[in-house]
T-cell receptor
Framework: NAGVTQTPKFRILKIGQSMTLQCTQDMNHNYMYWYRQDPGMGLKLIYYSVGAGITDKGEVPNGYNVSRSTTEDFPLRLELAAPSQTSVYFC?????????FGEGSRLTVL | GEDVEQSLFLSVREGDSSVINCTYTDSSSTYLYWYKQEPGAGLQLLTYIFSNMDMKQDQRLTVLLNKKDKHLSLRIADTQTGDSAIYFCAEISFSGTYKYIFGTGTRLKVLA
């Protein structure tokens, strides 16, 4: 019973590098979300998707991109990493009730 | 705009009751949630309350909802050291998609 799986768990990037955070869910959920968590700031929504092929911006989308080619996968791409993107990133999915979270990906940009 | 507010820290002694408070702004929220985050882990659903309820009890947990004041609270009876975690209040609303708005989280520290 995997639920929501994120990789990698930890990553250190240099300024200007690019990377993709992977997220996959096996619950056949239509709704998927990417959040970032900064200390004392709660969770901020980066991007969300209501189904395969449909994505939209959340509160803090700048510097990120997403795609949703399948129901299961919702990768988050950072094109030009900046120190302000140092954070813990959470992927989540739902069908409108409980929101299921992955374990998180801790990203440090130096 | 929508906003969910919580105090950042709470410290209690083992065996005491903990009360974590939350205020929200979206009166159309159908459900209100409490999530628990242990160190280094993702958020897990602790309990929830439907918006037409005033109270929900689930073992050591009691959720109180005051819709008039848009105030939600989580009471943990007989708090244990294993309850030390960050607790997030969240509301859900629907506007083309399901939007979950989270509070800042309350870090609960249980002293032995």
């Amino acid at each position: 019973n995997a639920g929501v799986t994120q990789t990698p768990k930890f990553r250190i990037l240099k300024i200007g590098q690019s990377m993709t955070l992977q997220c996959t869910q096996d619950m056949n959920h239509n709704y998927m979300y990417w959040y970032r968590q900064d200390p004392g700031m709660g969770l901020k929504l980066i991007y969300y998707s209501v189904g395969a092929g449909i994505t939209d911006k959340g509160e803090v989308p700048n510097g990120y991109n997403v795609s949703r080619s399948t129901t299961e996968d919702f990768p988050l791409r950072l094109e030009l990493a900046a120190p302000s993107q140092t954070s813990v990133y959470f992927c989540a999915s739902s069908e409108g009730g409980e929101l299921f979270f992955g374990e998180g990906s801790r990203l440090t940009v130096l | 705009g929508e906003d969910v507010e919580q105090s950042l820290f709470l410290s209690v002694r083992e065996g005491d009751s903990s009360v974590i408070n939350c205020t929200y702004t979206d009166s159309s929220s159908t459900y209100l949630y409490w999530y628990k985050q242990e160190p280094g882990a993702g958020l897990q659903l602790l309990t929830y309350i439907f918006s037409n309820m005033d109270m929900k009890q689930d073992q050591r947990l009691t959720v109180l909802l005051n819709k008039k004041d848009k105030h939600l609270s989580l009471r943990i009876a007989d708090t244990q050291t294993g309850d030390s975690a960050i607790y997030f209040c969240a509301e859900i609303s629907f506007s083309g998609t399901y939007k979950y708005i989270f509070g800042t989280g309350t870090r609960l520290k249980v002293l032995a």
